[in-house]
């Protein structure tokens, strides 16, 4: 166990320092040690920059990936533990628009630009406007406190832990191998990737090639689902003719 | 990049975004004289030639106001959300040519990022965020009129973003790309006939009704409407951040008259006088300036259809959007991909537009008949 | 209480065609009219700093207090104008006419301060109406302004300077077509066919067999 703990102390230090910081910025009734939290989480966002840096490319690019990262990671903590249900959302949306950034660096404009009309531009708003409207007198006692804090951060980073242990089981391999840590692909998906051309990597063309050829039953099968889901919607929709709208 | 680019670039960005700022300013000056002759009266006359410097009265105006804020909003989104509907509307400016286009090293690109492949995806994309500045101003306003003009902005702006993105992709389709500087070459390289508007007439009407709606002009101008809600989400605005939301939804309206012209109508390519072979001395003026009048053209079209149509009851907007537009767009897309998978010539697609459009009306005068029998069933 | 079902009358929708249906038509009409408009350009409207508007000849306007033959305040502070007033804008201040001063020999009272609040004026006109001796009457004068509200409380001088300076105005007092709004004291007996002033045709007040008195027509 001493051993494991040693031999792992550069993935578990951030998550221990990040785990402190979401559990104290948790809403807890009036008091609540802000500065104390911060340093934690500032501390863990820099071990985990220390163990986890992609491999520098350019200047530039290493910025803009720092930036965005930093963004979604602190919207993040910010949009689970704020007292304000509008202002969650809001950090929401700034999450998705820095996942977008992320994608757009790894040269995924398509998905990044589907991701802000879909999810910032369409279910944000609308979910922001719920809220916004349901709120009338002032945020009710599940927004003031956290019912159940340290079961459910302990929970959410254990699940973070394993993500992060499997990501580095595999970049270890990778970076063993030569190859590139965070480029890596999982077995069984190369032969999809082989159907694109290198110089079409990450375009428009190649998106929608790769989906209608490798992935066009998955394609079809979601197609289907959200049609049903349509038809199901209006179905159950009152009916003005029916006297019940 | 020698420095020769890098004074390019900015220029390539500067000259654009102040022309767009001053011509907004002229724009709302045009609109005010053109109501103002529809209505039989004289319209701003006292500054100036004619009125020619009410702009810039107003503009001195709106700075020198007092900036009222009132004691029950929430600061911090009070004051971002005019910033946001501002650059939103600015940075989808990006994608969008204003003139002959080229991506070549040393020449001037008369676009600010070329050869950006998303093109028409980040338009929408951008376009899309814009609907945080109404929402967050009508929340932040902590006003009833606001919210109810905030509720009604998102629910518009998020149905008619759907016909908006389904009326182009007849055009992506036809050209194989969504990037709007080649759809627009290679609509010039096929001459006046190449225009799309001869083939996607349906798509182009679809489009503009859509774009319309999505910057809140009139008759769609559902969330400011003065008479119910004292002026909707900006009810609590004043000086220079009521003058963004105006500035941001005429930067809107500019944007949409560029890529209406760009996609539909050729963009700057006009018969004999600007076409691919023109190539006197001067002819990037003429260009810029055929593309201008275009633009213009659609300005003046949507400020004269404000005039001459009635504002639309909300479940009437929701209608046109949800019935009528989204499965117009659709089947015009049908026939497009019928048209590329099946080698149809191109030409019959006008008739086919025409043909859609229809039976589209037939449908909606059947399914009147019929609700109403139906209601009288009942 | 619930409406009977027979009682009820279902409005019919107007019977929606083709070309109705695709909206074009229409919006292409009123585009055309708008166009229209643009294209001959025909303001109606008047520039008014330098175009004074011609107003109706019942176009009521600030108050004046008139003078009598010897040049006094009609007014003899009866109240019935402050009494009469819906706004409550009146304020006089009676006092005893000064007996030894031959001026005033034939008078009993005359206000002492006479003041009328031109800001909470509805510009009614029953001031006007209450009066028995047509002292105060409405002028055409609309364009008053004033930097406070004390200035736009007019006092007897104002309201007696107002009466020097519109006295000779044609439109003064305002009046419908059928005469002056009050004047009811300048008649000793009611006139029987209407007063003298010119009477339009289809003025049924005119007619009636009583003046001042309307009779519906059938």
Not at chain 2, 203 to 216: D, I, K, V, Y
Not at chain 3, 49 to 77: F, S, T, W
Not at chain 3, 110 to 121: G, M, Q, V, W
């Amino acid at each position: 166990m001493t051993t494991w703990i040693t031999e792992h102390w550069r993935l578990l230090l951030p998550l221990a320092l990040g785990w402190v910081c979401v559990w104290l910025l948790m809403p807890r009734g009036p008091h609540r040690s802000r500065a104390l939290a911060g340093i934690f989480g500032l501390a863990g966002l820099l071990a985990v920059k220390f163990y986890w840096l992609p491999p520098s490319g350019p200047l530039l690019q290493d910025i803009f990936f720092l930036t965005f990262a930093a963004m979604a990671i602190i919207g993040g903590v910010l949009m689970i533990t704020d007292h304000n249900p509008v202002y969650a959302a809001l950090w929401f949306a700034i999450v998705t628009l820095a996942v977008c950034g992320l994608f757009l660096l790894n040269s995924a404009p398509f998905l990044s630009a589907a991701t802000v009309i879909v999810y910032a531009g369409a279910i944000i708003v609308t979910f922001l406007f719920v809220i916004a409207l349901a709120q009338q007198s002032g945020s009710a006692m599940y927004d003031r406190r956290a019912s159940h804090p340290t079961l459910a951060t302990l929970s959410g980073f254990l699940l973070l832990g394993c993500l992060m242990f499997t990501l580095q089981e595999w970049g270890g391999q990778a970076a063993a191998e030569g190859g590139n840590a965070f480029l890596k692909v999982p077995a069984g998906t190369t032969a999809n990737l082989g159907s694109v051309a290198t110089e079409d990597l990450g375009s428009l063309r190649s998106v929608g090639r790769s989906l209608f050829t490798d992935y066009v039953y998955a394609v079809e099968i979601a197609g289907t689902v959200l049609l049903i889901a349509t038809i199901g919607a209006i179905c159950m929709a009152p009916r003005r003719s029916q006297g019940n709208l | 990049m020698t420095l020769n680019d890098w004074i390019i670039l900015l220029l390539a960005m500067a000259i654009p975004m102040h022309v767009i700022l001053g011509a907004c300013a002229y724009l709302i000056l045009l609109e005010r004289k053109l109501s103002a002759w529809m209505q039989d009266r004289v319209g701003p006359n006292r500054a100036g030639p004619m009125g020619l410097l009410q702009p810039l009265a107003d503009g001195i105006k709106f700075i020198l106001k007092e900036e009222m804020m009132p004691g029950h909003i929430n600061k911090f989104l009070y004051v971002l959300a005019p910033g946001i509907t501002c650059f939103t509307a600015l940075f989808a400016f990006a994608v969008v040519p204003y003139g002959p286009t080229s991506s070549e090293p040393g020449v001037f690109p008369f676009i600010i990022a070329p050869n950006v492949d998303l093109g028409l995806l980040f338009l929408f994309a951008v376009g899309s965020l814009n609907v945080y500045g109404i929402i967050l101003g009508g929340w932040a306003s902590n006003n009833k009129y606001s919210a109810l003009g905030a509720l009604r902005a998102s629910a518009q702006v998020v149905s008619y973003e759907i016909p908006l993105g389904m009326s182009v992709l007849g055009v992506i389709l036809l050209a194989g790309s969504m990037n709007i500087e080649t759809i627009m070459n290679q609509q010039i390289e096929h001459g006046f006939m190449g225009w799309n508007i001869w083939y996607q007439p349906l798509a182009a009407l679809l489009f503009f009704t859509a774009a319309m709606a999505e910057s809140n002009r009139l008759p769609f101008d559902l969330a400011e409407c003065e008479q119910e809600l004292v002026g909707g989400f900006h009810t609590e605005y004043s000086s220079m951040k009521f003058a963004m939301f105006a500035l941001g939804e005429y930067v809107h309206i500019t944007t949409l008259g560029f890529v209406l012209s760009c996609l539909y109508f050729g963009g700057w390519h006009f018969p004999w006088i600007a076409t691919a072979e023109s190539a006197y001395p001067g002819a990037w003026a003429v260009k810029v300036l055929v593309l201008l009048t275009k633009v213009f053209a659609v300005l003046v079209l949507i400020q004269l259809l404000r005039w001459t149509i009635p504002r639309f009851r909300f479940d009437q907007l929701m209608g046109l959007a949800w019935k009528v537009m989204i499965p117009l767009a659709t089947v015009n897309v049908l026939m497009v991909m019928c048209f590329k998978q099946f080698g149809w010539d191109p030409m019959w697609m006008l008739p086919g537009s025409l043909a859609i459009f229809i039976c589209a009306g037939v449908v909606g005068v059947q399914s009147a008949r019929s609700g109403r029998s139906l209601a009288a069933a009942a | 209480m619930a409406v009977a079902a027979q009682d009820v009358i279902w409005a019919e929708p107007p019977k929606i065609g083709f070309w109705e249906s695709t909206y074009l038509p229409a919006i292409l009409t009123g585009l055309g009219i708008t166009t229209k408009h643009v294209i001959n350009y025909k303001p109606v409207t008047l520039q008014y700093p330098e175009v004074e508007p011609d107003l109706p000849v019942h176009y009521k306007g600030i108050h004046r207090l008139n003078r009598d033959e010897k040049e006094r305040v009609k007014c003899v502070a009866c109240m019935m104008c402050a009494t009469a007033c819906p706004a409550d804008c009146i304020t006089i201040v009676a006092a005893a006419a000064p007996k030894d001063d031959p001026l005033w020999v034939d008078r009993d009272k005359y206000p002492a301060s006479f003041e009328i609040d031109e800001l909470k004026c509805i510009y009614c006109g029953m001031c006007e109406e209450a009066c028995p001796c047509d002292a105060i009457e409405l002028t055409h004068i609309y364009d008053v302004t004033g930097t406070t509200r004390s200035e736009m409380i007019y006092d007897k001088e104002k309201l007696l300077a107002v009466y020097d300076e519109t006295k000779n105005h044609p439109k003064d007092p305002p009046r419908t077509h059928r005469g002056a709004l009050s004047g009811t004291s300048e008649f000793s007996t009611l006139p029987p066919l209407g007063p003298a002033t010119p009477v339009l045709n289809d003025d049924r007040s005119a007619k009636a067999p009583t003046p001042g008195v309307i009779r519906p027509t059938h």
